[in-house]
């Protein structure tokens, strides 16, 4: 057996390849002058682990074109972030399920998927294979508690992820509750806990992505002014986009986590031992 993986996922596979203690293909990557992507994969085993996340959609472009490349051998696909996930329904009339495309074209030539916190499960039964969504809810919860928080709290930006907080705060018997937005007037808001009060407490917004961060900025000031001794955010899946991490670090949050399944300098957290159990099984 051996892992290959995308451009952007090689700190992961690296990690996933050491834990396995299996070898990794090496993989040439170049562009043509078009543009377009050329690879070419190593030698491989019967059994080839490909690791890459859908970043965007060079990376999906590559993870498509890698698997081709695999060809031959029998292909367990581990996708750490799923992007074009959160299009998984027709919201207007004319729009694609963007999801259904991308699993059903990712599918094709593998035997099995894995996803980590996909944003929504039902995605699932849109590939052509067997997947299985893996949850880094505990492996969040011990990075919390590397933090040793005073009465650590813990939130999720709205109500539809509560039951993620929930599995977090598990990890260390932690409270949790979900953020609540009341409008005060046409152009105030105030955002707090719904049933617990922040005052005195090490609290830790916890959600599957930050996109822009818009909600889990606005909510630290507001949860400092409340008395929260510290806010942090955490999440899985850290996109930062447009600028979304120094606006983080101004609304003065006291740490930003995401983890591996997108690497940047903020990935405090890695997927690899929960893929590697699950290879394992
Ligand atoms: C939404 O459904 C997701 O779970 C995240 O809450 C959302 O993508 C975060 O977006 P942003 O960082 O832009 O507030």
């Known amino acids: 057996m051996k892992i290959i993986s995308t451009e952007k996922s090689q700190?992961?596979?690296?990690?996933?390849?050491?834990?396995?203690?299996?070898g990794i293909a090496t993989k040439e990557f170049r562009r043509f002058p078009d543009g377009e992507i050329y690879i070419k994969a190593g030698s491989l085993d019967d059994e080839t682990i490909i690791v890459g996340s859908v970043v965007d959609s060079d990376s999906l472009v590559e993870l498509l074109i890698l698997i081709d490349a695999c060809e031959g051998s029998e292909?367990?696909?581990?996708?750490?972030?799923?992007?074009?996930?959160?299009?998984?329904?027709?919201?207007?009339?004319?729009?694609?399920?963007?999801?259904?495309?991308?699993?059903?074209?990712?599918?094709?030539?593998?035997?099995?998927?894995?996803?980590?916190?996909?944003h929504e499960e039902s995605v699932l039964e849109h590939f052509d294979v067997p997947a299985e969504n893996l949850s880094l809810a505990p492996e969040i919860g011990e990075y919390i508690r590397s933090l040793n928080l005073e009465k650590p709290l813990i939130l999720s930006p709205d109500a539809g992820a509560s039951a993620f907080a929930?599995?977090?705060?598990?990890?260390?018997?932690?409270?949790?509750?979900?953020?609540?937005?009341?409008?005060?007037?046409?152009?105030?808001?105030?955002?707090?806990?719904?049933?617990?009060?922040?005052?005195?407490?090490?609290?830790?917004i916890v959600d599957d992505i930050i996109a822009t961060g818009g909600t889990q900025a606005t909510a630290s000031s507001m949860l400092l002014e409340q008395g929260a001794t510290a806010v942090y955010a955490a999440c899985v899946h850290g996109i930062f986009a447009s600028g979304a991490y120094a606006r983080l670090s101004g609304a003065g949050l006291a740490g930003i986590a995401s983890s591996d399944t997108i690497e940047s300098a903020a990935s405090r957290i890695s997927a690899a031992a929960i893929i590697a159990e699950a290879i394992r099984r």
């Open 75 to 118: 292909i367990t696909l581990v996708i750490p972030y799923m992007g074009y996930a959160r299009q998984d329904r027709k919201f207007n009339k004319g729009e694609p399920i963007s999801a259904r495309a991308v699993a059903k074209a990712l599918s094709r030539g593998v035997a099995r998927v894995f996803t980590i916190n996909i």
């Open 11 to 22: 700190v992961l596979a690296s990690n996933l390849a050491r834990m396995l203690e299996v």
């Open 166 to 204: 929930a599995d977090v705060a598990a990890t260390g018997g932690w409270d949790a509750d979900y953020l609540q937005k009341t409008r005060l007037s046409g152009t105030e808001v105030r955002i707090a806990p719904k049933n617990l009060d922040a005052s005195g407490r090490g609290v830790v």
